[in-house]
């Protein structure tokens, strides 16, 4: 079995865990006549996965206590590509809530916490996130 083949990309990707795969065929290339030994593949690696956690009037609207969101690797994850992406699969609800209808910003009440850091103390919402982290939306507290 040559590892151009599907059979055995699928099985290297699987063993490796690996996300997605593209295989080259290079058997009726030049290369593949000249050395019929070699095959090509190209692997691409796991996505960027951020964990964010939802309260209050978020959970009722996403439905969910928390949601891992995907990226691909490479790819520049800011908390405000997080919301932007939230913003896309949720809808009316999540954008009504989290912007500002005047001006399109996040509304100031929101705060966001990075692994327990709160994101005011980074870059704000062009805080850079790595995969792993958890990204919580929190509402206002209130009380007395």
């Known amino acids: 079995m040559s590892i151009a083949s599907p059979e ?9 865990n690996m996300y997605t795969f ?49 990226f691909p690797d490479g790819e520049n994850v800011t908390v405000e590509k997080v919301l ?10 999540f954008v009504e809530y989290v912007y ?8 100031g009440f929101l705060q966001f916490l990075i692994n327990g850091r709160s994101a005011s103390t980074l870059k704000g919402l062009e805080t850079e996130l790595a995969d792993g982290d958890v990204l919580a939306i929190i509402p206002p507290v209130g009380g007395g």
């Open 100 to 107: 500002d209808s005047k001006t399109g910003k996040v509304k």
């Open 84 to 93: 932007g992406k939230l913003a896309e699969r949720y809808g009316k609800g």
């Open 22 to 70: 593209t295989v080259l065929p290079i058997e009726s290339s030049a290369l593949g006549k000249a050395f019929p030994f070699v095959s090509a593949f190209t692997l691409m690696v796991k996505p960027l996965k951020v964990l964010v956690r939802f309260f209050t009037t978020l959970r009722e609207i996403t439905g969910k206590r928390e949601e891992t969101l995907e």
């Open 8 to 16: 055995a990309a699928t099985s290297i990707v699987a063993a490796s």
